[in-house]
T-cell receptor, first 115, second 110 residues
Framework: KAGVTQTPRYLIKTRGQQVTLSCSPI?????VSWYQQTPGQGLQFLFE???????NKGNFPGRFSGRQFSNSRSEMNVSTLELGDSALYLC??????????????FGSGTQLSVL | EDQVTQSPEALRLQEGESSSLNCSYT??????LFWYRQDPGKGPEFLFT???AGEEKEKERLKATLTKKESFLHITAPKPEDSATYLC???????????FGTGTKLQVIP
């Protein structure tokens, strides 16, 4: 069974640009969540989706948005990039509903560098 | 707000030298406490879930325990391949987000 797939693996952008990251969950998994990981802050929760609906959102500005499609694939978008957005963006999936105490399956992440 | 604090930030052990990693947490109603392992350039990989105080789980050289305020990850006779960053996370009750600690970076020297 294929794991969680994130594309692209690496991305370099300049300030002010926007970026879209993609995540394909494990087949059959319906919940997808996104995290930002930086050396100083660790993993910070961005948002979580289930059945194409955002079920939870972290404390990030409105420049960060996401969506989930009917096949459970998810995308996140960051507009008007800032230098501080440089980070590893991780996607995770789980089989059931959010907040059900299930473990998360993570992808390898997208490393975003903003110059 | 839920908080997770991991200590130490970094730990260097000789091969075979047992030790423990700590995860202290404050959460409004614990649904589950998770331990993950993360290797450089990869996403976290699940190790254990603990649901209630007193619970223990083991896997090879790792053993996780849980009290009402903290969890320990005990590493017995570690090997160099155990070198990684170990992350602790808590999921509260209700419809609240999972909160991760900043991790303990473990290095095991041959």
């Amino acid at each position: 069974k294929a794991g969680v797939t994130q594309t692209p693996r690496y991305l370099i952008k300049t300030r002010g640009q926007q970026v879209t990251l993609s995540c394909s969950p494990i087949s059959g998994h319906r919940s997808v969540s996104w995290y930002q990981q930086t050396p100083g802050q660790g993993l910070q929760f961005l948002f979580e989706y289930f059945s194409e609906t955002q079920r939870n959102k972290g404390n990030f500005p409105g420049r960060f948005s996401g969506r989930q499609f009917s096949n459970s694939r998810s995308e996140m978008n960051v507009s008007t990039l800032e230098l501080g957005d440089s980070a590893l963006y991780l996607c995770a999936s789980s089989p059931g509903t959010p907040n059900s105490g299930e473990k998360l399956f993570f992808g390898s992440g997208t490393q975003l560098s903003v110059l | 707000e839920d908080q997770v604090t991991q200590s130490p930030e970094a730990l260097r052990l000789q091969e075979g030298e047992s030790s423990s990693l700590n995860c202290s947490y404050t959460v409004s109603g614990l649904r589950g406490l998770f331990w993950y392992r993360q290797d450089p350039g990869k996403g976290p990989e699940f190790l254990f879930t603990l649901y209630s105080a007193g619970e223990e789980k083991e896997k090879e050289r790792l053993k996780a325990t849980l009290t009402k305020k903290e969890s320990f990850l005990h590493i017995t006779a570690p090997k160099p391949e155990d070198s990684a960053t170990y992350l602790c996370a808590v999921e509260p009750g209700g419809y609240q987000k999972v909160t991760f600690g900043t991790g303990t970076k473990l290095q095991v020297i041959p």
